[in-house]
C-alpha cells in the first residue's frame, strides 16, 4: 500500500470551492483525505508549509511533435516538461507527422504516452483530414479510439460550410471543436501584430481584425448548431467581447488564453527575438491588459500554453523565415501566477483557471482534490523567485522567451496517481 501525506499546506481546490490550511493524504493513487492533522502512521511525509496544494494542472493545448517531428519534442520529453511545469494532464493537437486523423495515430499517441509520459495526455484529433480544411475526418471512430477534443490547429477552416458540418457532426459526439481563429486573407504575410510597432520595424503585419472577424463566424456558426465551441490562444480585446457576449446569450463557447498573450505585447518584437514570434501574434498593451481581466472574471475559462517547440536552427533565422510558436509548459506557472500577485485574481480562481476549468471544458477526469479522485496534485510556491534557463530544461526545445530572466513562482513538486514524478532541484524523479 502507497500511502503520501502532503502536511500544513494551503490547500486549493476549487471543484469543493476550498482554500484552507491543511492536510492531504495520497492512498493507492487516490485522494484518500482532506483534513487537519491527519495521522502520519506509515506515510511517506511531504512537508507542505509555505506552499499551495493544488490539484494538478490541465493544459488544453500543446504541441508534442509525436509522431514525426521527434527532433522538437517527443512524448516523454513534452511530458517531462509538462510535470516540471505541475501539467498532470496535457491535450496534444493533431498537426503530426502523420496529422492524427485516423484512429491508428490517436492509439499510437495513448500507447506511446502510457509508456513513456509521466503526465496523463490526452490527444485532440484533427477536425479535416490532413489539416487542409476539406474533408472531415471519422470522428466518432477517433472519439472511440481515445480524442477528446476536435481541432485543425495550426491551419484554419476557411469554408464555413466545411466548419458548419464539423460543429453539426461534434454534436453527435459529444466533443468541443478547437478553432484556431484566423482569416487568412486578412493575416496574408503577415507575421506581427499589425500596427505603429510593425510600422517601425518594418514587418508585415497581422490585423487584429483577422481574428474578430473569425471569431465572430465560428459563434454564429455554433449558434446555428448548438455545439461545443473552445476559441483557442485569444489575443484581442474584440475578441473578448465577442466571447462575452457568446455566453451571455446561453451559447456553449469557451476559450483560452496564453501565458505570453497575458504578459507580452508587440513591443517585444523590437529586438527581433524570433522566439517572440507566435500565431496569433502579440497584441498592444490594452489588448494584453483586457485579457488579464478577462481571465480573471472567467470570460476567459482558462489558461493553456500552446506549447509549440522547434529546434534552434529553425528559430536561428531572419524572423520573417522563422516558425511560429514558443514553448511554454515549464513557466506557465510562473508567468500567470503574476496576476496573482499582482492583486488582479485570488489564488482559487486562478487554480480554477489552471486545472479544474480545463478538465471540465474536455471532459477530463482531473482538476479536483475530492475524495476518491485520481491523486493528481502540485505543490507550488507562488513567491519563489528561481532563474529560468532553457538549455537545462526538460523540453527538447529552447524556443522560450523568457529563457535565461529571473521569474517568480515555481512548481516545488508533480504527483501523479499518487506518485512523486517530479521534485524541485531533482528533476523528474519517476515516470
Known amino acids: 500500500m502507497s500511502r503520501v501525506l502532503i502536511r500544513g499546506g494551503r490547500i486549493l481546490d476549487p471543484s469543493i470551492e476550498f482554500d484552507g490550511e491543511g492536510d492531504l493524504l495520497l492512498e493507492d493513487g487516490a485522494i484518500a483525505a482532506l483534513g487537519a492533522d491527519l495521522p502520519a502512521d506509515e506515510c511517506e511525509v511531504v512537508e507542505a508549509g509555505g506552499l499551495w496544494v493544488a490539484p494538478g494542472l490541465v493544459d488544453l493545448h500543446t504541441h508534442l511533435r509525436e509522431p514525426g517531428q521527434e527532433y522538437k519534442e517527443d512524448l516523454a520529453s513534452g511530458g517531462r516538461a509538462a510535470v516540471a511545469g505541475g501539467f498532470t494532464s496535457v491535450a496534444c493537437m493533431a498537426n503530426t507527422e502523420p496529422t492524427n486523423d485516423d484512429p491508428s495515430v490517436t492509439k ?184 488579464r481581466e478577462a481571465l480573471a472574471h472567467g470570460v476567459l475559462d482558462c489558461v493553456a500554453t500552446d506549447h509549440a517547440p522547434h529546434a534552434e536552427h529553425e528559430k536561428d533565422v531572419e524572423f520573417t523565415a522563422a516558425p511560429f510558436g514558443v514553448t511554454g509548459l515549464e513557466t506557465a506557472f510562473s508567468i500567470v501566477s503574476d496576476l496573482y500577485r499582482a492583486g488582479e485574481i485570488s489564488a482559487l480562481e486562478l487554480i480554477r483557471r489552471l486545472s479544474t476549468a480545463p478538465a471540465r471544458i474536455f471532459g477530463i477526469s482531473a482538476g479536483t482534490l475530492s475524495v476518491g479522485a485520481q491523486a493528481d496534485v502540485v505543490l507550488l510556491d507562488p513567491k519563489k523567485e528561481w532563474k529560468y534557463d532553457a538549455s537545462e530544461g526538460f523540453s527538447k526545445s529552447r524556443n522560450s522567451p523568457w529563457s535565461g530572466q529571473n521569474i517568480t513562482g515555481r512548481v516545488e513538486a508533480t504527483f501523479v496517481n499518487g506518485r512523486l514524478v517530479f521534485r524541485a532541484g531533482r528533476g523528474v524523479v519517476m515516470q
Open 108 to 291: 499510437y499517441i495513448l500507447e506511446r504516452a502510457a509508456e513513456d509520459s509521466p503526465a496523463r495526455v490526452y490527444p485532440v484529433a484533427a477536425a479535416t483530414r490532413r489539416l487542409e480544411g476539406r474533408v472531415m475526418t471519422e470522428m466518432a471512430a477517433l472519439r472511440d479510439a481515445g480524442a477528446v477534443a476536435f481541432s485543425d490547429d495550426g491551419h484554419v477552416i476557411m469554408d464555413a460550410s466545411v466548419m458548419r458540418r464539423v460543429l453539426e457532426y461534434s454534436t453527435l459526439v459529444d466533443a468541443p471543436i478547437v478553432v484556431h481563429a484566423e482569416d487568412t486573407g486578412l493575416r496574408g504575410e503577415g507575421v506581427m501584430n499589425e500596427g505603429v510597432v510593425s510600422t517601425r520595424l518594418g514587418l508585415p503585419g497581422n490585423p487584429i481584425a483577422s481574428e474578430e472577424i473569425h471569431v465572430a463566424r465560428d459563434i454564429r456558426l455554433a449558434r446555428l448548431t448548438g455545439a461545443r465551441l473552445h476559441i483557442a490562444h485569444v489575443s484581442s480585446a474584440g475578441s473578448v467581447d465577442l466571447i462575452r457576449q457568446a455566453k451571455e446569450s446561453g451559447l456553449s463557447v469557451t476559450a483560452e488564453v496564453t501565458p505570453h498573450h497575458l504578459a507580452l505585447t508587440d513591443e517585444s518584437i523590437t529586438g527581433f527575438d524570433t522566439n517572440n514570434k507566435v500565431a496569433p501574434p502579440l497584441r498592444t498593451r490594452r489588448d494584453a491588459q483586457v485579457l
